[in-house]
T-cell receptor, first 113, second 111 residues
Framework: KQEVTQIPAALSVPEGENLVLNCSFTDSAIYNLQWFRQDPGKGLTSLLLIQSSQREQTSGRLNASLDKSSGRSTLYIAASQPGDSATYLCAAARRGSWGKLQFGAGTQVVVTP | DAGVTQSPTHLIKTRGQQVTLRCSPKSGHDTVSWYQQALGQGPQFIFQYYEEEERQRGNFPDRFSGHQFPNYSSELNVNALLLGDSALYLC??????????FGEGSRLTVL
């Protein structure tokens, strides 16, 4: 059974600092891995999707890497801003079970001005 | 282009009652997945609908059931509500194999 872990559970950084968020998964037979952002009481906003054949994906200040052999994905957010404050979740989809995402519990990020 | 829309946004029920939640997928999407998110936790997969049939199911009891209509919209029904069913219910849509897009969710409180 796929287990997804996110450490740390919470993180506070000053504005301008780079953010590094970690995600680990136990089953390397993943189809892809997706990173989401969630604001309090709201739904999920998709940030980046990395296919199993890719090593990384970039969008603006965001970069996500995927290492299936070590069971890890990392989300980097460059030059953090107070508007980046949110909970970030990673989710893995197993081959043959597309749409059945296994989520981590998330990392709650606070960026202080 | 409207994204995934869910209704109602909030509702309060008492134990033993039944609830129906609704989801309209993003335009062009044919697959709908439902998730339950308890406070402070990641979402848990309930089930997925494609071509009006349940294609995959997570570890949820039969009290949780669903339906997909020909226009791809979907409903989630929960019978005999328990206090532990209080959660944010999220709907996600996608093409059969593709990136998932989530709605804002329906917040259910069971008293």
């Amino acid at each position: 059974k796929q287990e997804v872990t996110q450490i740390p559970a919470a993180l506070s950084v000053p504005e301008g600092e780079n953010l590094v968020l970690n995600c680990s998964f136990t089953d390397s037979a993943i189809y892809n891995l997706q990173w989401f952002r969630q604001d309090p009481g709201k739904g999920l906003t998709s940030l980046l999707l990395i296919q199993s054949s890719q090593r990384e994906q970039t969008s603006g200040r965001l970069n996500a890497s995927l290492d299936k052999s070590s069971g890890r994905s990392t989300l980097y957010i460059a030059a953090s801003q107070p508007g980046d404050s949110a909970t970030y979740l990673c989710a893995a989809a197993r081959r043959g079970s597309w749409g059945k995402l296994q989520f981590g519990a998330g990392t709650q990020v606070v960026v202080t001005p | 282009d409207a994204g995934v829309t869910q209704s109602p946004t909030h509702l309060i029920k008492t134990r033993g009652q039944q609830v129906t939640l609704r989801c309209s997928p993003k335009s062009g999407h044919d697959t709908v997945s439902w998730y339950q998110q308890a406070l402070g936790q990641g979402p848990q997969f309930i089930f997925q609908y494609y071509e009006e049939e349940e294609r995959q199911r997570g570890n949820f009891p039969d009290r949780f059931s669903g339906h997909q209509f020909p226009n791809y919209s979907s409903e989630l029904n929960v019978n005999a509500l328990l206090l532990g069913d209080s959660a944010l219910y999220l709907c996600a849509s996608s093409l059969e194999v593709g990136e998932l897009f989530f709605g804002e969710g329906s917040r259910l409180t069971v008293l």
